[in-house]
């Protein structure tokens, strides 16, 4: 009795997670859209990480391309975990190759903050990050 119910609460919340995840279509963040990201100025962005990594450029036409960097081209399932007027948290389940969770918090709409982590390929990555719109897609 005790075990059950001291693992409840835990049962519930795992329950309702992945409820919310079978929710979200497969490459869509769920039919809500994130008004921050929308709001990003579109064309090339230039992001800087902050252990000095290689410097990387992403096209931005819709501004969720920013979510899944780790795993750009899988086609994963998304729940929006916090959904603020200049942040936003998602979480990501890409079947059979990982999973992420993507913080991005705007600056302004040409420079944003992104912090991720995750594993892809049976590895764990994280990384911090800065963007900033540098001009035209190429």
């Known amino acids: 009795m005790l075990v059950k119910r001291l693992f409840a609460p835990l049962l519930a919340t795992a329950g309702l997670l992945l409820a919310g995840l079978a929710i979200?279509?497969?490459g869509q963040a769920q039919t809500k859209t994130l008004a921050m990201l929308d709001d990003l100025s579109k064309g090339e962005w230039t992001l800087r990480y902050r252990d000095g990594s290689s410097i990387r450029k992403v096209c931005l036409r819709k501004g969720d391309?920013?979510?899944?960097?780790?795993h750009s081209d899988a086609n994963c399932s998304?729940?929006?975990v916090d959904d603020k007027a200049n942040s936003v948290t998602v979480q990501y389940t890409c079947r059979g190759n990982g999973y992420g969770r993507t913080s991005i918090r705007r600056e302004t709409n040409s420079?944003?903050?992104?912090?991720s982590q995750g594993i892809e390929g049976g590895l764990p990555f994280e990384f911090q990050a800065e963007a900033r719109r540098?001009?035209?897609?190429?």
Do not use: D, H, M, N
Request: net charge negative; glycine share 4%; charged share 15%.
């Open 65 to 70: 391309e920013l979510i899944q960097l780790q």
């Open 78 to 80: 998304r729940f929006v």
């Open 111 to 115: 420079l944003i903050q992104i912090e």
């Open 24 to 26: 979200a279509s497969p």
């Open 134 to 138: 540098t001009g035209a897609c190429s």
